[in-house]
């Protein structure tokens, strides 16, 4: 698929999912499988746990994720102990987390592996650059349920974007979601000058407006900022916030006002919240954009459902306007080098 020559081109890959059961470890197999026969030297981990038997919300088979031998891979302790495959150990971490300390190693045959990474988005970044110290040329990252913070600009340098029907059985309903999704990865990316004055901001909500008055921080977080705080603010201003916005405060804005984000990982806001800021004039910017690579999807979902494949795939790809696979309706031939 082309997807994976787009692959090629990054250093880190992360490959995350809308939900649970959208085909993400299948689709990581799959990237696995066909970097290997290009010859690349890989690297995987994960951000939470991934690669388990079973489900646990649904006790359910799930795919697992395979490794072949020369390939980098950071787990926990006890995960690394149940790994179906001989490996060398490369390093083991100082920080724990609930499953112990983070194991580096290399890979000296093939087998089944449970993925479980560092526990935060700035520690993942630290080991994908020690991985590549190893030799790693690119790195997959695995996400867990609600961890898009893994796709951030700031960790990985591109990302795959995994739905299905474990979203939404009712097929309008799964690409609106998607559509909402995907539109938050591509907004648009602030100005140079807006970079330099926001990016060395690590804390609080600040405003720039735009007769160039200087920057001034107006509260820490946006759940400090009590419920007045808006109306002594103009309409053509620029609000920064350095963390997380929610609806609460995205419906206390109005006017032509912009916001602007580090990136799209930081916005927990639903959809009719959003569309209502952006119809009132509103525009919403990052600082550091993400690169989506492509959309794949899985038409089945663990309560049952099934959607029509290709329908799903055809339809999906309209919609977003955006290169939408899924990896069983074309399948291709591998022919993996010997271990």
Not at 70 to 80: A, C, L, P, R, V
Request: aromatic residues 6%; hydrophobic residues 40%.
């Amino acid at each position: 698929m082309p997807f994976i020559k787009a692959i090629e081109q990054f250093n880190s890959v992360a490959i995350v999912g809308m939900a649970k059961n959208t085909g993400k470890t299948t689709c990581l197999n799959y990237v696995i499988n066909h970097l290997q026969d290009e010859g690349k030297k890989i690297a995987l981990t994960s951000i939470g746990v991934d690669g388990e038997e079973r489900d646990v919300l649904y006790d359910t088979p799930k795919p697992r994720i395979v490794l072949h031998k020369g390939m980098i891979f950071m787990t926990s302790e006890k995960d690394f102990e149940q790994r179906e495959f001989p490996a060398e150990l490369l390093s083991v971490s100082e920080r724990v987390t609930p499953l112990g300390c983070l194991v580096t190693a290399r890979a000296e045959g093939s087998g089944k592996v449970v993925l479980s990474g560092p526990s935060d988005s700035a520690w993942l970044q630290e080991e994908i650059a020690a991985m590549q110290a190893y030799g790693a040329e690119i790195t997959l990252i695995d996400g867990a349920l609600s961890r898009m913070s893994l796709a951030s600009p700031a960790v990985t340098d591109a990302m795959i974007l995994c739905t299905g029907a474990a979203c939404s059985a009712q097929l309008p309903e799964l690409i609106r979601r998607t559509k909402f999704r995907c539109h938050l990865i591509d907004l648009p990316q602030a100005s140079a000058s807006l970079y330099h004055e926001f990016f060395p901001l690590n804390s609080g909500v600040w405003t720039l407006t735009d007769n160039g008055e200087p920057v001034q921080k107006i509260a820490k977080t946006v759940f400090t900022a009590n419920n007045n705080w808006q109306q002594t603010l103009s309409e053509n201003l620029t609000i920064y916030v350095s963390g997380a916005v929610t609806d609460r405060f995205l419906k206390n804005l109005y006017g032509n006002m912009r916001l602007v984000v580090r990136d799209f990982t930081k916005l927990f806001v639903s959809m009719p919240t959003c569309e209502r800021f952006i119809r009132q004039g509103g525009r919403i910017e990052v600082l550091q954009k993400a690169k989506l690579l492509a959309v794949c999807t899985n038409p089945v979902s663990p309560e049952g459902a099934r959607l029509n494949p290709e329908m799903l795939r055809e339809q999906m790809q309209e919609a977003l306007q955006l290169p939408v696979y899924d990896i069983h309706l074309t399948p291709a031939p591998l022919h993996r080098r010997g271990d």
